[in-house]
T-cell receptor, first 115, second 113 residues
């Protein structure tokens, strides 16, 4: 059974600092990785995806992937109060972002950006 | 373009009743997946449909069923509702069965009393 581990938090970060969110996964076959942001009472919003080892940057967000260690992280630079949300990590397999097995989500990390 | 739409937004049902939830994917997307999210947990996969065929099923009882229509919209049915079925039901849309990114709709909040 696929497992995804995330520190549930809450993770408290001062405004303007770097927030670092971590995720480990059990399925070595996972080839694609997705980060979703979920505000309280809302549905998950896709903010980043990464397929290759290394870093991928998009604005203030950087996703880092280490397949050998089965570890993926999300860095948020210049954190803003509007970044306060739960961040969900979801590995996918090689040929579909979810597909026949769907996406397997962690419980999410609750991030609080303190003004 | 419109995103994924779901209806209804909220629903209250009694134990033993049946419920139907509806989803329309993003225009051009042919795959719909359903997820259940209970408070404090990540979404849990229920079904994936692509081109009107079931392509995947999660670990849910047979009380849960779904279908996809020629216009790629989808319905999720849950029979014999239990209190534990109370959750946010999410529909996710993607281009195809082999597409990487899934985009979620706003969800349907189901409360079973």
């Amino acid at each position: 059974q696929k497992e995804v581990e995330q520190n549930s938090g809450p993770l408290s970060v001062p405004e303007g600092a770097i927030a670092s969110l971590n995720c480990t996964y059990s399925d070595r076959g996972s080839q694609s990785f997705f980060w979703y942001r979920q505000y309280s009472g809302k549905s998950p919003e896709l903010i980043m995806f990464i397929y290759s080892n290394g870093d991928k940057e998009d604005g203030r967000f950087t996703a880092q992937l280490n397949k050998a260690s089965q570890y993926v992280s999300l860095l948020i630079r210049d954190s803003q109060p509007s970044d306060s949300a739960t961040y969900l990590c979801a590995p996918g397999d090689m040929y579909s972002g979810g597909g026949a097995d769907g996406l397997t989500f962690g419980k999410g990390t609750h991030l609080i950006i303190q003004p | 373009d419109a995103g994924v739409t779901q209806s209804p937004t909220h629903l209250i049902k009694t134990r033993g009743q049946q419920v139907t939830l509806r989803c329309s994917p993003i225009s051009g997307h042919k795959s719909v997946s359903w997820y259940q999210q209970v408070l404090g947990q990540g979404p849990q996969f229920i079904f994936q449909y692509y081109e009107k065929e079931e392509r995947g099923r999660g670990n849910f009882p047979d009380r849960f069923s779904a279908r996809q229509f020629p216009n790629y919209s989808s319905e999720l049915n849950v029979n014999a509702l239990l209190l534990g079925d109370s959750a946010l039901y999410l529909c996710a849309s993607s281009l195809g069965a082999a597409s990487y990114e899934q985009y979620f709709g706003p969800g349907t909040r189901l409360t079973v009393t």
